[in-house]
């Protein structure tokens, strides 16, 4: 088995945030993401999933290290002070490197 390194970036937000993320995301040069409703409760309370505007979003994507550093650096500077958002980055490997 032949595996690359890339970096998943996890970005957990209230759904307002959706369609500025998206863009984002493309902008960065990611090829595609992963997204779902979710909800829980954290510093700004409780995130329940029955009201869509209301709700939270989390985000997925799988990107090469350089595009997940731009990725965070662009989130924290024009995101966080504007949405409820976390986000962070993990390193995993993959099969299909040409995927991503």
Known sequence: ????PMKLVTVIC????RDHLTRLLA???AHGYTLFAVEGEGSQ??????????SNIQVEVVVQPAIAELLLTRLQAEFFPRFAMIAYASD??????GKF
């Open 1 to 4: 088995m032949n595996t690359h």
């Open 14 to 17: 209230e759904a307002l945030a």
């Open 27 to 29: 902008a960065v040069g």
């Open 45 to 54: 309370g409780r995130r329940p999933g029955d009201i869509a505007e209301f």
């Open 92 to 97: 995993i490997q993959v099969l299909r490197p």
